[in-house]
């Protein structure tokens, strides 16, 4: 993969937002981002396919038919072939594997595939309605206000019950004082200009039920972002084509998919074992263990689902992913960097485009382009991974990624 | 009858002004959470929102809907529990929906007084005029054979003077909400010496209901809010009238506004605030106050004059701010009234003169939006006006004497026993006037 973009995270937190004022729409985003990756290849000449990835937009903009933006984006990708996917929060990867396969199929040599979502056009009370979609509308009545909040605040309660409420909740917090501090060093992050000084001391807010749920506080959870997110797909033909040498790229070493029952609870709320069936097939295809990974992009739509990932990753035992975060590991100098410019909570979820974001990043990170949010990587461990989710641990992508 | 009883058919009168329509909101919420109580199901519940005006009344009922909306977008995680059982109702925004007529469904917009004839709890919001409201009173009163309860809106009249002339002692009580009621935290309650005790423990639990702050003021004109505010008003002006020796009377309007503003850390200057409640009002609140004030004379020939020139500030309907001392335009402070010229100076035109002669303030100061949010804001205050006390410019020594003005004002409403208590007169100015801090304390004398 070449040749990513980020726009902005749009939302609250940055600047410039105002809800009252008009802003950019989807077709903007994707303009964009889409924009960007193509002055990067040598235009839409080299591109044989497109691939957009988003959530819903037909509730968030009353907008279907999303690949019809492509020769909007540029004219010069008029009749080349283009489909939209979806697969909630897990549409970016779902977008990525899509190019992907087409590159493996040999259909394609350079796909262009582009993650967008624009959720800012409704209040947070009316965008919990359209995401719950994520889960099966069968248990909406009966659901929280706040549905996703609501099934997370479940796990969490469970987690705290089974291991411990305090330790998971300073957990959380340094989870999130995590995230802000790496937003920080990333100008497109929508927490990138967060001045508050205790974060930890913000994270440890008491949860309100009466006006949100039981056991989140707003901290925990990831950004209402407006954005897009794009990268191009090549085979080793098309990194030629777009002029790109190998050391610029990161190859993708392999990728686990897996699915579970929208209409199943989870057997146990203390796991999230879908990610962890994708993450076995995602290393056992890049032939690497944990160990070797140099960073991961993580899914943590919530605080509790950044520890859970922690463990389902086997980087600490059930039960312990609070002590291995308290501890430091998951920091951006600690053991694993995790979601090194924000993540979900700290860098924003523009839900369809997170996936793909999770790509740029590990991309940017691998070559050496990450600015102010650059880590170290190391000989020894040059592997990326990046683990997207769809609603509740159900559509599971993990991508394993090295230098080229 | 019970609490939820007492709810099924109440009369809002004045409806639609500026107090009214915030008390018919909050009683049309009220009374929505009582109905839609499961074992109230099978109960009739009337809001009968009785005003002169048509026209005012169809403007009303935009507002409530559009209020009833943003509470109902407020408090979605519990109206999902009210409205479990109705399986027809899925995602928030149908549940929202539903509330908002539910809500609506209560109320009924009226211009004949006979629709109240028939409610069992009456709120008077009509304007702050003791002869009207004794009329409108006694007239509900003597036809309407349920003996209803009254509780008024008034600011300043003595609830037993209107219990009194309106022939219904024991079931009046004063329940002052504060501008605007949907937004202020603070409700005043007044009980005459024959109030009965049932009304104020209604209305005790109907504040607490709605998570307002309730503080008792004794039966006296202006009470506690009132009571602070017009001396503090008078205070004010004849410091202005003062200033004239020295200045023009338009930049003494400004230095004073700017210094109560600014200086003291406050939401608006003195002379803005008289604006927004409206000088007319705050005429009519002197004359009433005036009576029973013996040692000291509650009365403003400026304010008379302003009105004998027809500048009266106030509201637009719209709750945009009319010219008054100032002239605003779009929220800001365009303009200052010259009585004498009979218009309005620019105030670009005064402010670099009169801001020289007033100095600075502290270094330490800060807007009031940053103070009131501080949480140590104790600690602020203390170090910002410990910082003014030795400081002699002349915004300075106005301040500290204002300060000390209404902290005096202060004390004197508890020593006069209008007030139970020095925290009582604090909360009233933190909550009802959105002061960051209280008028009784002890900034000014701290010791090293």
Redesign the interface.
Known sequence: MIAGYNTISMGTGRKEFNPKKERPGLEEYMKEAGQAVLGQIGGAANVDECVVGNFIASRFNKQANLAGFFPYIDEGLRYKPAIRVEGACGTGALALVTGIRSILAETADVALVVGVEVQNTV?A??G??IL?AAGW?KE???G???FFPGKFSDRAGAYFEKFGRDKTRRAMARWYRNAIENARLCPTAQEFTNRVEDLEALGMTEPN????VDNLNVYDCSKVSDGASAIAIVSEEGLRRCGWKKEDAIEVMGFGQAENDITAAPANLTVLDTTRAALGKAFQQAGINREQLATVECHDCFTIAGILAIEALGFAKHGEGPDFVLAGNTSRTGVIPVNTTGGLIGWGHPTGATGVHQAVTIWEQLTGRAGNAQIEIHAGKPFGLTINMGGDDKTLVCIVYKKG | MEHDDRFQNVTVVGAAGKMGSGILLLTALEMADQRLKPENTDKYYILYALDVSQKALSGLMGYVRSQVLKAAEKKTVQLRKIYSHRRDLIENSEIIDQYINDVMSIIRPVTTISSAYESDLVFEAASENPELKVRILSDIDRNNPNKPWFFTNTSSIPISYLEKEAGIEGRVLGVHFYNPPAVQKLVEVIKSDKTLPELADFASKFIKNLRKIEVPSNDFAGFIGNGHFMRDAIHGMNVAVKLTSEVSFPEAVYMVNKVSQDFLIRPMGIFQLIDYVGIDVCQYIMKVMHPYVKDEDIHSPLLDKYLELGVKGGQNSDGSQKDGFLKYEKGRISGVYDPDRKEYVPVNELAAVCDTLLGEPPASVVPWKIAVANPKKDEFFKAYFKDMINMDTKGALMAKAYLLRSKEIGEKLVSDKVAFSEKDVNTVLLTGFFHAYGPINNYLTQED
Do not use: G, L, N, V
Not at chain 1, 209 to 212: A, C, E, L, N, V
């Open positions: 209040k009370i009316y919990a309605d719950a509308f909406r009545k009966d929280h206000a706040y039920p009466k006006s949100f």
